[in-house]
């Protein structure tokens, strides 16, 4: 990782990064992570407004308070975050406070752990003190990257598919 790494608001201004963001992970047929980047950026405007509102806590149709950032270098869009500003208590077993994603291109090159890193920043000035982050089992460079973040490991959760999540907290 040798970028200049910002973690940014969704803007107008980073429209077309974005775009190729979003169309590089929709091509790769790989789940979208975090959840909020599987909203359709057709409409890029009111993707944007959706983003604030879930900020703000407006209009989120059942779900907490979250906000997203985008983890830009040189002008792509390497990845994205999605900070819960609280949970509920199926996020407190399976969902965490904080789901993140790197596109496929850019994996392996530092950034996951960088934007975990800028997430937690993001979380304490939330007023998140204890930060829960999860991942499946299987997942061997999320457990990596959220170890190297300081991450201790709680009581594995196990979904109805059996699937296992590994789930760890972090102080901020």
């Known amino acids: 990782m040798k970028d200049p790494l910002v973690l940014t608001n969704p803007s107008i201004e980073l429209k ?3 775009l190729r963001f979003y169309q590089e992970w929709k091509q790769s047929g790989e789940d979208m992570v975090p959840w909020v980047i599987e909203k359709d950026p057709e409409n890029f ?3 944007i407004t959706w983003l604030n509102h879930n900020k703000q806590g407006k209009n989120t149709n059942g779900f907490v308070a979250n906000s997203t950032y985008w983890l830009v270098a040189n002008d792509i869009v390497v990845g994205a975050v999605n900070i819960r ?3 509920t208590d199926k996020l407190f077993h399976s969902g965490g406070h904080i789901g993140y994603g790197i596109r496929p291109s850019e994996r392996r090159k530092g950034y996951a752990a960088e934007l975990l890193k800028l997430a937690l920043l993001e979380c304490k000035k939330l007023g998140i003190s ?3 982050v999860v991942c499946d089992e ?3 460079a999320s457990k990596k990257t959220i170890i190297k973040n300081g991450g201790l490991r709680d009581k594995d959760f196990i979904e109805e598919d059996g699937n296992v999540l590994n789930r760890f907290w972090i102080e901020t």
């Open 16 to 18: 077309n990064a974005y």
């Open 45 to 47: 405007e009111d993707m």
């Open 85 to 87: 500003h609280e949970l």
């Open 130 to 132: 204890k930060v829960l």
């Open 138 to 140: 299987i997942n061997e």
